[in-house]
């Protein structure tokens, strides 16, 4: 079974300070992908990285994955009131695909005024 | 509007009652998906469906049975409720089964209240 530990799992920063979310796995992932989810909603992917060592930025986020395929991280710039949220990780391709994607235990960001 | 959308949001019942969800989506995916999220947030995989065939089955007791009368609707039934099945339930779709590209899209979840 494929496991993706996210770290940490609560944050609470002030308004304009940067932060970084981790995303670990032992094991090889086809893609990595990135959730939000709001209170009362479904999760809403930001992004996909499908590439050993790619980088994709979205406005104040940037996300990587990692050489082996194994981790990913979500750096945000500057943090906003709006960034407010659960962040997940999902890793793709285990079992050739057969088990969808494995979703980690979260990041609840809150970000204060 | 192209979406998931799945009914009930909410769904209060008594234990031992047998209750279904629908789900249905119209951004012509070919794979869709049930998840269960816990009180702590934490999403499992419990059924996937490619073209009409279940291709995950993951452990979860059979009084939870998946049906797909077509591509665009996945319907999860549930017998005998019990108070451990109360969670959010999420119905969601892909174009691959790795969402590869273009990741999975999910419904808005159905809140079980087992009571």
């Known amino acids: 079974t494929q496991l993706l530990e996210q770290s940490p799992q609560f944050l609470s920063i002030q308004e304009g300070e940067n932060l970084t979310v981790y995303c670990n796995s032992s094991s090889v992932f086809s893609s990595l992908q990135w959730y939000r989810q709001e209170p009362g909603e479904g999760p809403v992917l930001l992004v996909t990285?499908?590439?050993?060592?790619e980088v994709k930025k979205l406005k104040r986020l940037t996300f990587q994955f990692g050489d082996a395929r194994k981790d990913s991280s979500l750096h945000i710039t500057a943090a906003q009131p709006g960034d407010t949220g659960l962040y997940l990780c999902a890793g793709g391709g285990g079992r050739g695909g057969a088990d969808g994607l494995t979703f980690g235990k979260g990041t609840h960001l809150i970000i204060q005024p | 509007d192209t979406a998931v959308s799945q009914t009930p949001k909410y769904l209060v019942t008594q234990m031992g009652n047998d209750k279904s969800i629908k789900c249905e989506q119209n951004?012509?995916?070919?794979?869709m998906y049930w998840y269960k999220q816990d009180s702590k947030k934490f999403l499992k995989i419990m059924f996937s469906?490619?073209?009409?065939?279940?291709?995950i089955n993951e452990t979860v007791p059979n009084r939870f049975s998946p049906k797909s009368p077509d591509k665009a609707h996945l319907n999860l039934h549930i017998n005998s409720l019990e108070l451990g099945d109360s969670a959010v339930y999420f119905c969601?779709?892909?174009?691959?089964?790795?969402?590869?590209?273009?990741?999975?899209?999910f419904g808005s979840g159905t809140r079980l209240t087992v009571v």
């Open positions: 969601a779709s892909s174009h691959t089964p790795t969402g590869d590209n273009y990741g999975y899209t």
């Open positions: 951004l012509g995916h070919d794979t």
């Open positions: 469906y490619n073209n009409k065939e279940l291709i």
């Open positions: 990285v499908v590439t050993g060592g």
